[in-house]
Structure formats: C-alpha cells, structure tokens
C-alpha cells in the first residue's frame, strides 16, 4: 500500500476495525474510506455496489461481522450464518467487479475442527467436526475463504484470509450475555469489587484453553499482512500461547483487584476444549505478537474504566 492508497475498512466501528484504523492512521496512510453501518448496510448486494462504484477502493481489509461469545453464537444462529455470509459475499464480490488491487479477509480461529491437533496449524482446515455451539458462524466463515480462495483461481485476484485467534482490547463488547469471556471477566470482577459482592461467577468448569491477542496486535499484523503476503493459502495470527478459562480468571481478578471467590457454573456451555493456533507460518513471515495477555489486560481493564467514567460524566 502508499500512503495515499485508497484503503477501505469495513467493520471500522467495530473493535477489529478500529484498530486497524488506528494502525493505519499511525502509520501515515492518509486515504482511509469508512462507512458505518448506518449509512451503508453491508447485507444489501445493491448498496454495496453503488458505494464500490462510486469509490473504487484500492485496498479492502474486511473487518465487518457479525460476532459474539459462545452464547450468542448458540443462540443467534441463523444471524450469524445469515448476516456473516451476506456481508462476505457482498463485499468479496465487489472488490472483484470494481477491480480492487488486494483484500483481506478476516476468519477466526473457531473454523477448525473441535478437536483439532494443538497447536492447530492452518492446513487442519476441513480435517473434522466443528465445536456446535458457533458451527454456523464457522461455516460463514469458513464460505469466506472459499470464496476468496475461489475468485483467485477463477479470476486472478489477491484475496488473502487471516484466521485471527481470540482478540480482546478496545471497544469491545462488554454485554454479559454476548461478549466473550475476557470482556465478561473484567466487567464481572469489576461490578463484583464495587458492590462488595462474596464471589464470581464463571461460565463452565474453568478447564478450557483459549490463546488470547490484543486487538493492536493483530491489526499490526493485518497492516502487515497486506503489504506482504499474497498466498492464496489462509494464515494463522496468534500469539502461540493460551491459558485455562480458570487461570484466566484468577489473572483478571488480580488484575482488578477483588478478594471474593470464583464459583463455575457448570451449565453454561464450554465450547471448544482447546483452541491454540500454530503460529509457526506468521513468524516465517516475519511477523510476531508484542502485547503480553497481563500488560493487555491491565490495559484494557483501564480503558474499561475509563469509559465507564465517561459514561458517568
Ligand atoms: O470467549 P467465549 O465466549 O468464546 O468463551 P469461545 C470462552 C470460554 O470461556 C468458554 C468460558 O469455555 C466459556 O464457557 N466463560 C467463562 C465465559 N465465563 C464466561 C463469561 O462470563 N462469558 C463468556 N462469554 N464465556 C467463541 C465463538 O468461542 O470464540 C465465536 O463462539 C468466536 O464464534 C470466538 O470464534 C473467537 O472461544 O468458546
């Protein structure tokens, strides 16, 4: 990309988006296209055209998406199937008609098999079952780097696919129901410190591994990524390193400093056992993760207060 390449970012409200914007932005790129959902619904094959049309983007990063925590990936189903596939399609199709030079594509690292060999190298793609609770997201996904994959063989394109592991950092979604357990974690912990209450509670028996990535980090990686990469094979981004549900908790609860206890409720859904990318291909690529998860977390965890105060202000 040049500095003054158009670089379009879809999903740049959103947590990936954003800081991908940011990266963007620190790093001297002057030419950046946005559009919030409320002026352009990407679900809307017609809409999406006209905007390519009238903007020929030079460069798309494809951040937009539908996503959640693993209850909302259970209980949302056909929205994240429908919704994801729409987006996908509409935007992936347009970079090819309006002749975009480059897109990436971004995935998530629930499209490999639950039970995939750790830690999961990027060839374990369609090797097995995937984890039911976000099967449907997965598969939206999954459709995304086909289709990218496909328009390339087809027509020549550079669509690249990243498959990024779990992310947490600014502006993400601290909805109890939906978020993602990080998110979840510090407001819990937090709420819990305030109101004196005697304990926490954790979704699950506390033995799941998750590997977590700040969302700095892997918009670095995306900048990276697209000024470096053009295989039509997906990629890894990860950290290479991931921690139990339970570890988790006991670090955020230090972290924020509350004394009471942590109680798991077994009903909840654990999902996937172990989700740990291999991040071997990346670092090949000359590409490594710099946030530590403590420093993210202490981070982030101000941030959140920050923005409570905000809010109270
Ligand atoms: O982050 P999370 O919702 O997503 O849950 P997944 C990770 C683990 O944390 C699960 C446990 O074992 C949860 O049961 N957990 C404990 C909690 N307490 C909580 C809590 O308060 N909230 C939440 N949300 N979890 C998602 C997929 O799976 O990961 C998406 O559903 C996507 O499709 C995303 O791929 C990255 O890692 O299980």
Redesign the pocket.
Known sequence: MNKDSKIYVAGHNGMVGSAIVRKLKSDGYTNLLMKGSSELDLRRADDVNDFFSNNCPDYVFLAAAK????????KYKAD?LYDNLMIQNNVIHAAHVYKCEKLLFLG????YPKYANQPITEDSLLTGLL?P??EP??VA?IAGIKLCQSFNFQYGTNFISAM????FGPNDNYD??????????VR?FHEAKENRLSSV????????K?EFLHVDDLAEACVYLMNNYNQDSIINIGTGEDIS?KD??VLIKDIVGYNGDIV??QS?????PR?LLNVDKITEEGWKAKISLKSGIISTYQEYINQLNDKAS
């Open positions: 996503v959640g925590g693993i209850l909302s990936n259970d994240f998530s690292s629930c499209i984890e609770t976000n997201y997965a996904k990024p592991t779990n992310l109890l129901q939906n978020s993602h357990v990080l998110p979840a974690l819990k509670v954790v979704w699950g028996s506390g033995r799941p998750r549900i988790l908790a798991f409720d909840k859904p654990d999902g996937t989700k």
